[in-house]
């Protein structure tokens, strides 16, 4: 007997390099579980896992030394067929003090390069003194999840499903800004014009019923109840150096469609006012879901 279809619908809400935060409709509990998991353990990326020091007279340990190269982010978009190779030969002078990962030398033809953020001068390592040599040799490997999950935290939470009932209009102005300020994530607001409450971001409620028990605390009316909405999500994702968030989410994303399979998985992109089945452009797969599709 053929499986019923697991629906899956998103809209993005907020989309930058290292962030993105998505609301997503007609799913369940079990899909935004898997989702959230591949972004943790199931994209391949590389990290240095082989550190050689063949000489080292800087002024850190060697231990502490590897430790500081296993943690160095590498960019690694297109993964190569070869484990990279990476060297560092430095010897110190009055002008070269501080080794970086600008001194990091690729010895293998990929595209694979440490992250060297907005410092011109790359990310610090250790300090090197006058004629001072430091030369080290490192690998890549590819692999999942540890060392090499790409993100800094990725989770979701239901979509709160809110009501302010007209008993609000009761309330004094004291109490009506009590109310708000009850909010820790500022869901509501006062509106200007007609002075009532009103809600400025629902996507921010994480229904912690802080606003709720303020109202129960102060024995006011319950004008407000918050529940979950059912099949309603807000998904988000913070990524470390090397992939963007929106990258992620599309690895992510293709790993869940060959996890449930094409026929039973159905997902509808909202993005720049149109929509996409995947059911029907699974041939074009790579070009809805390209990661440059976000940057």
């Given at each position: 007997m053929r499986s019923s279809p697991v629906y899956f619908e998103f809209e993005v809400l907020e989309l930058s390099e290292k962030h993105l935060k998505l609301q997503i409709h007609n799913?369940?509990?079990?899909?935004?579980?898997?989702?959230?998991?591949?972004?943790?353990?199931?994209?391949?990326?590389?990290?240095?896992?082989?550190?050689?020091?063949?000489?080292?007279?800087?002024?850190?340990?060697?231990?502490?030394?590897?430790?500081?190269f296993y943690l160095i982010p590498l960019k690694s978009d297109i993964l190569p067929n070869v484990n990279p190779l990476f060297k560092v030969d430095v010897i110190g002078s009055k002008t070269k003090t501080l080794v970086t990962t600008v001194d990091i030398v690729q010895l293998t033809n990929t595209e694979v390069e440490p992250i060297r953020y907005s410092y011109s001068y790359g990310i610090p390592i250790t300090n090197i003194g006058d004629n001072k040599r430091l030369h080290v040799e490192m690998y890549a490997e590819e692999g999942t999840g540890g060392d090499w999950s790409p993100v800094v935290e990725s989770y979701f939470v239901y979509l709160a499903d809110i009501t302010l009932s007209d008993l609000k209009r009761g309330l004094s102005e004291e109490k009506k800004r009590e109310f708000v300020s009850s909010c820790p994530t500022g869901v509501y607001k006062i509106n200007e014009e007609s002075n009532e409450i009103d809600i400025e971001d629902i996507s921010l409620c994480t229904q912690c019923q802080m606003c709720t028990n303020y109202l129960r605390e102060e024995e006011l009316p319950e004008f407000a109840t918050v529940?979950?909405?059912?099949?309603?999500?807000?998904?988000?994702?913070?990524?470390?150096?090397?992939?963007?968030?929106?990258?992620?989410f599309t690895k992510a994303t293709i790993k869940l469609v060959e996890d449930y399979g094409i026929d039973r998985l159905q997902i509808n992109y909202d993005l720049d006012e149109e929509v996409y089945n995947i059911e029907q452009l699974y041939d074009g797969v790579d070009v809805i879901l390209d990661p440059n599709y976000f940057f």
């Open positions: 799913s369940d509990h079990t899909v935004m579980d898997r989702l959230r998991r591949n972004t943790m353990n199931g994209i391949k990326t590389m990290a240095i896992t082989t550190v050689n020091i063949y000489k080292n007279e800087s002024q850190t340990l060697d231990d502490q030394l590897k430790e500081k529940n979950a909405k059912v099949g309603e999500f807000i998904f988000f994702i913070n990524s470390r150096e090397g992939l963007s968030a929106g990258s992620i």
